[in-house]
């Protein structure tokens, strides 16, 4: 409860209103109906009739007093839930632009595909179950407890000793759905699991389903997803059947027929035993069904309350994520000149996938990084543009670190283009002039053709208007010439490129290769190479190897070397590829 409470911090002051409002409302809901019974009683009481028949005031007053409980009662309930509405209003508000704003303060590094996923939940069916529970619930749940309260009140002033009996069924009820809920709680987590195993399977049997097929193993991927089936099948009899009777037992005794029956009953043993009169056991007959009714609801709520709770609790999780730290005092960098000092970096604490790395980028040159798949290219080329920060050493762009440049001036000296491809679904033109919303159309078509897809952009249907994702479907070495096109335009001094994205596409090979010049000309270039061809040229070539810089120097000087690279040299000279296990090394790894 504590959760939803602070999450409902900002609207409290209209929350407490428009539940008074709700009280007064429920106080008034049951009042129609106490009227009827003092109208009956100030009608027909033989004993209370003065000489001259019933006193037309008294019976006015009730009147009156009835019909203004009817229309208060609207106005108050329906003034109740404009409040609650315009608070969730408020509150969705506030909890979107506090997930949209903690999302912008994010390292880049989190947004996996899983954690993208969650924010998606989060946004939408997070802060919609808040919905219900601010519009809908917490107003139902007040009248559900307020009309029993009220009317049993009023009963017990009436005849205590009917009222109590009265109360049987209903504690009856009471504790058999008590009974229930507790064994059907202490089955749910069961329960999740055999639907957890179910999406599972299903998931599993679509996501493969072109492997299987090609694979011939259509039958056995089936088959797990019809054995989760079954199973759940059998544990949701075995679970609901004894839930089944209990409900059933229970929904008979708190049913308004079985109610009327009981009242009635009771009220006849009272009337004819001479324990009460015929009259009184009217209230009794009015008011009773008003004490059984709301308990579904009540229950109702406590699901919904659940949820809310759940969800409140993943919103505040997300936001207790840390967010890489912003500086309080930001330093302005003197020139660009990169610097890796002993840098160090682990996805977990037992493995680093970057470990002691030190290098130096200076301006306008070319650096490229090479090695094995999973040697840590990736993971070091994400750490300068701050995807996450090292666990040890430091990053310095101008003589100052990483952590003390605004997040907004790091963009300003460094972009990226890396293997998956990140193109909003906006128009190309807007995907292209991402960085600088400013940029001229002149600007823009001159990065496209730089980056070899204008002519491309321009056979779309609405050419660069063309939003991507709906009319524009562009393949995957396409989608990367866009976003080399907007790293050009960003017009950073530094820029991180994984050249394997720029040869997905392999037609364009050449066009790409020709884009890279041009991003590369001027700038501090940080390249992954997965071609050793196209780095014969470059200032410096770094093999990495288990996250270390295990050699470094020009193309000729590694060749000469005869060390890893010589091998890989040798091996491309052959293959035109970087070898991963190069003749007679790596054994063992
Ligand atoms: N998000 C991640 N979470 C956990 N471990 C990761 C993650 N990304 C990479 N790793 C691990 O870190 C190490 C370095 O991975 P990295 O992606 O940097 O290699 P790479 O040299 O870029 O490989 P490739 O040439 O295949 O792209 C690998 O052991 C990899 O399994
Ligand atoms: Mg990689």
Redo the contacts with the bound molecule.
Sequence with gaps: MRTILTMLRPVRGRMTLALVLQTLGAVAAVLPFVAVAELARALLDPGGLGPGGPDPGRVWTIALVGVGALVARSALTIGAVVLTHFADNDLGLVLRRRLAGWLGRLPLGWF?ERNSALVRKSVNDDVTAMHHLVGHTLLDLTAAIVVPLVSLVYLLVVDWRLALLTLVPVVLGMGLYARMMAGAMAQYPEYDRAVGRIGAGAVEFAHGIAVVKTFGQAGRAHRRFLDAADDFAAFFLAWVRPMLRASAAMEVLLSPVFMLLWVLGVGTVFVTAGWAAGLDVLPFALLALGLTAPLLTIGYSAEQIRTANRAAARVAGLLATRALPEPTHPREPDGTHVEFDRVSFG??QR?R?VDGVSLELAPGTVTALV?R????????ATLLPRFVDPDAGEIRIGGVDLRELSTDRLYRLVSFVF?DVQLLRASVRDNIALARPEATEADVYAAARAAQIHDRITELPRGYDSVVGQDARLSGGEAQRVSIARALLADTPILVLDE?TAFADPESEAAIQDALSELAAGRTLLV?AHRLSTITDVDQILV?DA?RVVERGRHPELVAAGGHYARAWAAHERTAGWTPHPAGEGAGR
Excluded at 373 to 380: F, I, N, V
């Design positions: 996996t996805y977990d493995t996938a090695g798949s999973g040697s840590g290219k990736t993971t070091l293997q394997a992954i990495l996250g």
